[in-house]
């Protein structure tokens, strides 16, 4: 039991030394995440409709 109770001790004294993002910082993050989401999945689908063209334009 003691060592669990060392560890929970030693987690909360480790979790003070976080510095933890401002909430600048993570909307900044948020943003970078949903634009490189959107032109991901734009690429992406773009390929998809060149490549089934393609294959049916092959397939004829």
């Not at 109770?5 to 993050?29: C, G, M, N, Y």
């Not at 970078?32 to 490549?51: H, K, P, Y």
Request: hydrophobic content about 60%; charged content about 25%.
């Amino acid at each position: 039991m003691a060592k669990v109770i060392q560890f929970f001790k030693e987690s909360r004294a480790e979790l003070k030394k976080v510095v933890w993002p401002t909430k600048d910082d993570v909307i900044s993050s948020i943003k970078v995440v949903i634009i490189s989401t959107i032109i991901v999945a734009l690429v992406l689908g773009l390929l998809d409709l060149g490549f089934t063209a393609l294959f049916r334009i092959l397939m004829k």
